[in-house]
């Protein structure tokens, strides 16, 4: 069995030795010679690493972002009693070089913690940050992500201010952020941060040689999206003049940001109103006024107004697109400013402001704002102001802004209706006023005026004003007004001509004389309201107008202004297509009904007898005659008999005589030439003679003004309503006027008339 066995393995070992020559013979290369065979055992082993996600066309810039916020910070201190953490705000500006990896440089301000009893270490800082974004590095590159985390490592310069010395501090910072993006262009974030910093060494440094720097910053910041993703889903923004219009109300408080002894002061209230436009969709104008007060905390309270015209930058056009239908918005806003402060010896200090306005839409016409602002004056602002202050004037509004989009786009059927309306109207209206500062008692305000709608939204309006209030020295002013006016009923629904309700904005100007004490001076107003018409006919709506007006008269170089609110009521007249002025003078005879002769009479309003108490009323009668040269322009003469209640019971009763010549002018036929129309209005300006029979009286020189309202019935009998004023000087009526140099006798006559 043994022999079996070892012939069989001595004929394998055999073959094998044959076929080996035979099969090294075919090899040329070893089995072992993995070097020239090109085999890599290590490529069996460890996988490449797939590459990073990055930008097609990368182009510098066009991922650009920016951010701003603020931090509370542990300048080396640990959190113990007497601690005061250091404050600092940053703005940063960047650029991502792919998803993943990008740069940021930083600018930092502030003041460093410290303990009670220490100064503020004051500091301004440089720096510059690599930074990686571990989401799109582990998870990819989306856009649509709503939370990313990023990792920042850079150097940091700072130049510190500490007791009057100036010192320097570099080093190395690290930090971790984590954003959520509230929308594509958009995001807030959250960054603890530590700065390792050597350099100048104060008093209570120690001797550490790097001084450890950590904060915990908050913050917003806009990424620039590129131009595929800024106009998707972009919305077109046209120019028109009724396009793009904002207004505003709102309220804050104001405070300079400390004095000497390291104090804040206490904050003041304001009010605020603002209007702008935007002529693109990044860039506006806004103009806006302030008037609040200021002082307290043993320093005098006094009247400050702030006027300002910004320029508007509006970040999320500007790296997003125009998207109007997103619920934030946020805008930048520089521009000069002007400063009044009453009874102060400078009153005026220009300046300029900057400001950040955050605007929540609740609907696409309105948002509910949150505006932080910082304005530098001239040095004397502060000095006149608050000797103790110093730095910038910080203030914070909040309030409720209406905007107007793209109108003409939407509404495009809106300049059809308004071609067909009736866009001319007169005013007239009344009302109950109020002061807020000083003895002034209840006022009473009468005004008239002409405007005309000159686009489906906005509208102006001329009109006259007189006041006149209750407590003695009595105030009385007359007037000229200029106001614009923003229809948001239309903005918000297009233009109606029968719709039932309008509501819209006001803002306008005024000037002329006023009389309180001593001479006629000069007076200037500005005012903001809402004007709410009702329709009751095509031709008539009945309106209210709660206004809020600061108002000043001038002596000399000073003026003191006073906040006043009114609010007025009234009626407003439509009138059709204009005739024009040439061809209304130049209209033909009448049929028939050229000449009239009207009577009337009714309650009158003596001012130095109705403005004090008990505020009697006196009465007038009129005759009048007159003639009508065409359907526009007409003339009557008249008498006019006042009957003046006694100023005392045991006086004499006096009686003002008056003649007088007047110009009449047909507004309703100037404005509309409808020879059918019943219900005219007509203006009046007049001037004429005035005696009394008190002893010592003297004749003077009358002026009156006012409107008729008349009705044409049959038979060439007319019935009218007219208010009007007449001014006498205070010769007129010696010993009725206290020291007032004229006297006014407001008058609502009715009557009637008869034409042939």
Not at 37 to 66: C, S, W
Not at 75 to 100: C, K, M, N
Request: net charge positive.
């Amino acid at each position: 069995m043994n022999t079996i066995y070892r012939f069989v393995a001595a004929t394998v070992f055999a073959a094998a030795m044959a076929v080996a020559p035979a099969a090294q013979a075919k090899m040329s290369k070893a089995l072992n010679d993995t070097a020239s065979t090109g085999m890599n055992a290590i490529d069996h082993v460890l996988q490449k690493p797939l590459g990073g996600p990055v930008y097609e066309q990368k182009r510098f810039g066009d991922h650009l972002f920016i951010s701003a916020g603020g931090a509370i910070s542990s300048y080396g201190h640990r959190p113990v009693d007497g601690f005061r953490p250091g404050l600092q705000a940053e703005i940063s500006l960047g650029d991502w070089i792919t998803p993943a990896h990008g740069w940021r440089m930083n600018l930092d301000g502030g003041v460093h913690s410290r303990f009670t009893g220490e100064d503020w270490k004051v500091f301004g800082a440089v720096s510059a940050d690599y930074l990686m974004n571990f989401s799109s590095l582990l998870r990819g590159d989306n856009p649509d992500r709503r939370v990313e985390v990023i990792g920042a490592l850079g150097a940091e310069y700072q130049r510190i201010r500490y007791n009057g010395l100036w010192g320097n501090k570099v080093g190395l910072r690290a930090a971790l952020q984590l954003r959520f993006n509230v929308q594509r262009n958009l995001y807030i974030y959250t960054e603890p941060r530590l700065s390792l910093l050597a350099g100048t060494r104060f008093s209570g440094d120690g001797q550490r040689r790097f001084r450890p720097d950590l904060s915990f910053n908050i913050g917003l910041g806009y990424r620039l999206l590129n131009k595929q993703e800024r106009l998707s889903g972009a919305s077109q923004f046209d120019c028109a003049p009724d396009d793009h219009l904002f207004f505003g109300v709102g309220g804050g408080v104001w405070a300079f940001t400390r004095n000497g002894s390291q104090e804040f002061r206490h904050p003041n209230g304001f009010g605020s109103f603002f209007a702008g436009k935007f002529f693109s969709p990044t860039a506006g104008l806004r103009l806006k006024g302030e008037l609040g007060n200021i002082g307290g905390n043993g320093i005098p309270h006094r009247t400050l107004a702030i006027g300002s015209l910004d320029f508007v930058w509006n970040l999320n056009s500007a790296f997003g697109g125009y998207r109007p239908g997103q619920v934030f918005d946020m805008s930048l806003n520089l521009g000069p400013v002007l400063a009044y402060a009453g009874n102060v010896k400078g009153n005026y200090y220009p300046g300029a402001e900057a400001s950040i306005t955050a605007l929540f839409r609740l609907t696409p016409e309105w948002g509910i704002f949150i505006e932080p602002e910082a304005r530098m004056f001239t040095g004397k602002f502060s000095r006149e102001l608050d000797a103790c202050a110093h730095g910038p004037f910080l203030s914070v509004s909040a309030g409720l802004r209406y905007t107007i989009g793209n109108f003409s786009h939407n509404y495009p059927e809106s300049y059809t209706d308004y071609l067909k309306a009736r866009n001319n109207f007169l005013t007239f209206a009344v009302a109950p006023s109020w002061r807020r500062r000083g003895d002034y008692g209840t006022g009473f305000v009468a005004q008239a005026g002409f405007g005309r709608r000159e686009s489906p939204l906005s509208s102006w309006r001329i009109s006259a004003r007189g006041e006149v209030f209750s407590r003695n020295p009595n105030y009385m002013s007359l007037g000229v007004d200029a106001d614009y006016l923003l229809s948001m009923s239309t903005g918000m629904a297009g233009f109606n001509p029968d719709r039932v309700f309008d509501l819209s904005a006001l803002v306008g100007v005024g000037g002329g004389i006023a009389w309180r004490s001593g001479p006629v001076r000069a007076m200037v107003e500005g005012r903001v309201g809402l004007h709410g018409s009702f329709r009751l006919s095509d031709a008539l709506d009945f309106y209210i107008e709660p206004q809020l007006a600061a108002n000043t008269m001038f002596y000399g170089s000073s003026c003191h202004w006073t906040p006043e609110l009114r609010v007025m009521a009234g009626l407003k007249y439509k009138l059709g297509t204009p005739a024009g002025i040439l061809s209304g003078l130049a209209a033909g005879r009448y049929a028939d009904g050229r000449n009239f002769v009207s009577f009337t009479g009714g309650p009158t309003f003596f001012s130095s007898t109705f403005i004090n108490k008990p505020h009697h009323l006196s009465g007038a009668l009129d005759a009048s005659v007159g003639r009508w040269f065409s359907s526009v322009s007409g003339m009557r003469i008249g008498y006019t008999a006042d009957i003046i209640t006694r100023q005392k019971s045991k006086g004499k009763r006096p009686y003002i005589h008056t003649a007088h010549a007047d110009y009449l002018l047909n507004i309703s036929s100037l404005m509309d030439k409808n020879p059918a129309r019943r219900f005219h209005i007509i203006g009046m300006l007049g001037a004429g003679v005035g005696f009394s029979n008190l002893p010592e009286s003297f004749p003077g020189l009358m002026l009156e003004s006012g409107v008729q309202f008349r009705y044409n019935l049959d038979h060439g009998i007319d019935v009218h309503i007219e208010p009007d004023v007449s001014f006498y000087p205070n010769r007129v009526v010696i010993g009725y006027t206290s020291d007032a140099r004229f006297v006014m006798i407001p008058r609502i006559m009715t009557g009637l008339s008869y034409r042939f």
